[in-house]
């Protein structure tokens, strides 16, 4: 497994930004798939997980309702479309995977990790 995070940037409050995370492997062996955040002077954070199928999601009470998580299998991929963002998003984003059978917002439940992309929200 090899993720790689893209589509990070600098946008302003209000708008919208979409991640993208592809894997160089088997995507679709990855049960679960998912994104945390870190901002500058605080700890790593949950933001949102998707099972392997697509029809469950999960996301942090922060984000629900203005981001969306997806992934497309055949393209070894997972999203995250971020809308009205806010100054409190900037962060730098990582795409997580798991291949265990099991939904968590715990990141070291997570064995496999991209490298990060920055998002920069002004405000």
């Known amino acids: ?6 589509g990070g940037g600098l946008v302003q409050a209000g708008g ?26 605080n700890e790593r954070e949950f933001v949102a997980t998707i099972i392997r199928n697509g029809g469950s999601s999960y996301y942090a009470d922060s984000v629900k309702g203005r981001f969306t ?39 070291n439940e997570y064995p496999y990790w991209g490298q990060g992309t920055l998002v920069t929200v002004s405000s």
């Not at 930004?17 to 500058?40: E, I």
Request: charged residues 15%.
């Open 1 to 6: 497994v090899q993720l790689q995070a893209f």
């Open 69 to 107: 998580i997806s992934r497309n299998n055949a393209k070894n991929t997972v999203y995250l479309q971020m809308n009205s963002l806010k100054f409190e998003d900037t962060a730098v984003y990582y795409c997580v995977a798991s291949r265990a059978a099991k939904v968590t917002m715990n990141q």
């Open 16 to 41: 919208s930004l979409r991640l993208s995370c592809a894997d160089s492997g088997r995507t679709s062996s990855l049960y679960v798939m998912g994104w945390f955040r870190q901002a500058p002077g």
